[in-house]
């Protein structure tokens, strides 16, 4: 009988440490090989123990060059290692070999994780965790007693397998269950992060690593809240004030969100992201801190990204605490029986329109100003109701806007960028909540104020620049998306301001022209869920924000025609645009009474336009393949259905209004 074929582990990439074994075709390249990998190599399996300890060493020191790198895993140099060196009689020899596959791991992508964790590298890293906790816990030599050179290599150790574990669990799902199940694992981290010898900087990276692992893990997590002492051990870090604060937050936010700990809903007081911020923002001034051992830049921009994504979670549990499925335009409209479940996202959210009619005087603005740079508001009236969202707003976004604007304040261009999402998650945020039962007036005044502020010191400055940089100009329209549609029609714009977005959106299709051209490539008109994320797509939402009520009848006129404009390109306008555009109209002319309806949406004949663009926007959808883009032809078919329940809804209270 002949022997059944294997199955192919490796149908969507070649083992990257299981190629044929060839010199290069490239002469620099083979020159390489033969004079820096061959040599090298052949020392690391010398009989010799200095020599294989020297070349494992230096082997550690050439992996981020990315030639030596990839013609060391053309001459399989993980299978060595696994074969070989990690089971060397040598301490010194296993660590530097430990600092290799460290170093592989976080240099290659994740398939190269993934290969590892298949050839049973979590096995040895087990056994070598329990090596190093008997060397730690040994009564007969305390480790303290043990020479400095050798606890030198003890840390070394720990430290490759700490960041060798981090990148596992990134690299795939099955892999960080698997590290979970580990009993070893978790014992050892929390037991460097209690060890009282532990080097800060190893306890930066065992709280990293905790980090990765306890991000949408449930099982970790429960061990930890399971246990009281790791988890009061953490909130202890968290108060240190010392850098290993920003880390111990960044843990305690996954713990809290796995176990979804709100303010409202907590097992006990302070166990909610209310409780993390005041100790990130220690942080967020970057020339008043001392790193101990982390680049400050680091520093800050790990502060920040735990602050987006506190951020992130509370506008999930704000859409989830008032999310309702929509119900139409008033009471004459189509059945709605075979409309699936209604995209929170891209619903028909009314419930915010009309909150920012105040106009503030100068005085009004100054004091503002007071609460945005102080640190304790007099007025106070969200934070015992809701403390998590009133310390973002009041003591957070202020901070962080410090932090984004494009001024010499000594922050890198990533850190302003992590500071741009911050700020960007937060005005999300501030979007999703339904101000009107008055209780948050104060709030919503300090916002307004605020993203007035955001708009000026950030935005109005890079539009005014009419930046090339495609990437910053994308960052800057989410958030102004985000800003303009928390305050509802209420920014004050320079001249042209709106205009520059329109322009960009036609620039932004100028570019996706070039480069569909450029790949050769055809889809319909749209493609995946991330089409939602475009350029184009953020440049509509951001005017239509603009244009909600009570924004000035003439830039609503002008924000109107364009959005009729996009959809006058119907069947060929992108999918995501045309319900991007679609949604925004119905949010704007979502009501009689607003002081545009008569003049712009009857006046200029909008209603007519729409009804013509009704059969083109059927005929779009009909070209969306659901079965390669569901999301997509759901979220068209939705749109374009709605538009039908819109033009009836508008038709209707047109007539009852003429009865009147």
């Not at 209690?194 to 709280?207: A, C, D, K, W, Y």
């Amino acid at each position: 009988m002949g022997k059944s074929k294997p199955r192919d582990r490796r149908r969507n990439r070649p083992d990257p440490t299981a190629r044929p074994v060839k010199p290069p075709a490239d002469p620099e390249l083979a020159a390489i090989r033969e004079q820096r990998i061959l040599p090298v190599l052949k020392d690391l399996t010398s009989a010799d123990l200095k020599t294989r300890s020297a070349a494992a060493t230096a082997i550690s020191n050439i992996i981020e060059d990315t030639k030596c790198r990839k013609l060391l895993l053309r001459e399989q140099i993980v299978q060595i290692l696994l074969e070989q060196t990690l089971t060397d009689s040598s301490f010194e020899t296993r660590t530097a070999g430990w600092g290799i596959l460290r170093n592989l791991a976080l240099e290659e992508e994740a398939d190269f994780c993934i290969h590892l964790y298949r050839q049973d590298v979590l096995t040895a890293i087990d056994g070598s965790v329990k090596t190093i906790i008997q060397t730690i816990e040994s009564q007969e030599t305390p480790f303290a007693q043990l020479p400095k050179p050798q606890q030198s290599l003890v840390w070394s150790l720990t430290s490759s397998l700490i960041s060798l574990l981090a990148s596992l669990a990134e690299a795939q799902d099955q892999i960080l269950e698997t590290i979970s199940k580990i009993p070893t694992i978790p014992n050892f981290l929390f037991g460097l992060l209690s060890f009282g010898l532990t080097p800060s900087e190893v306890q930066n990276e065992v709280l990293s690593c905790l980090m990765a692992l306890t991000e949408d893990n449930k099982s970790l997590v429960q061990q930890i809240v399971d246990n009281g002492d790791r988890l009061k051990g953490l909130m202890q870090i968290k108060d240190s004030g010392s850098v290993l604060a920003i880390a111990a937050c960044g843990v305690l936010h996954n713990i809290f969100s796995e176990m979804q700990w709100s303010d409202h809903k907590a097992p006990k007081e302070g166990a909610s992201d209310a409780v993390l911020i005041p100790s990130l923002m220690q942080f967020m001034d970057i020339q008043s801190f001392e790193s101990n051992g982390a680049g400050p830049d680091q520093v800050l921009q790990l502060a920040l990204e735990i602050t987006a994504s506190i951020a992130t979670s509370l506008q999930e549990a704000l859409e989830q605490g008032h999310e309702k499925e929509f119900e139409g335009f008033g009471d004459d409209t189509v059945d709605i029986d075979d409309i699936d479940d209604m995209d929170a996202d891209e619903g028909n959210d009314n419930e915010e329109e009309g909150e920012a009619n105040h106009e503030m005087d100068e005085d009004e603005i100054d004091a503002d100003m007071d609460l945005v740079t102080g640190d304790d508001p007099e007025d106070d009236d969200a934070s015992s109701d809701e403390p998590t969202l009133d310390l973002l707003v009041r003591n957070a976004a202020p901070k962080i806007l410090l932090v984004a604007r494009p001024s010499d304040n000594g922050a890198s261009e990533a850190v302003r960028d992590s500071a741009l999402s911050a700020l960007n998650n937060i005005a999300w945020t501030v979007s999703s909540i339904d101000f009107a039962t008055g209780h948050l007036d104060s709030l919503r005044k300090f916002w307004s104020t605020l993203a007035q502020r955001i708009w000026d010191e950030i935005i109005s400055p890079v539009l005014g620049s009419n930046t090339a940089d495609i990437e910053l100009a994308s960052s800057i329209t989410s958030l102004a998306w985000a800003v303009s549609r928390s305050v509802q029609g209420s920014i004050r714009l320079n001249p042209e301001e709106a205009r520059k977005f329109m322009a960009l959106y036609q620039a932004s299709k100028d570019l996706d022209n070039a480069e569909s051209q450029a790949n050769d490539s055809k889809k319909p008109s749209g493609g995946e869920a991330d089409d939602f994320q475009s350029l184009g797509v953020k440049c509509i939402g951001v005017l239509g924000s603009l244009a909600l009520n009570p924004a000035p009848v003439e830039l609503n006129r002008e924000v109107g025609v364009f959005l009729l404009t996009v959809l006058s390109g119907l069947p060929n306008t992108p999918a995501a645009d045309t319900v991007e555009a679609l949604n925004q109209i119905f949010d704007i002319y979502a009501d009689k009474s607003f002081a545009f309806d008569e003049p712009v949406f009857w006046g200029d004949g909008f209603y007519k336009h729409l009804e013509e663009i009704l059969p083109k926007a059927r005929k779009l959808a009909k070209t969306v393949d659901k079965r390669r883009f569901e999301e997509l032809r759901a979220r068209i078919d939705e749109a374009v259905i709605n538009l039908d329940r819109f033009l009836r809804y508008k038709k209707a209270e047109k007539e009852k209004s003429a009865d009147a």
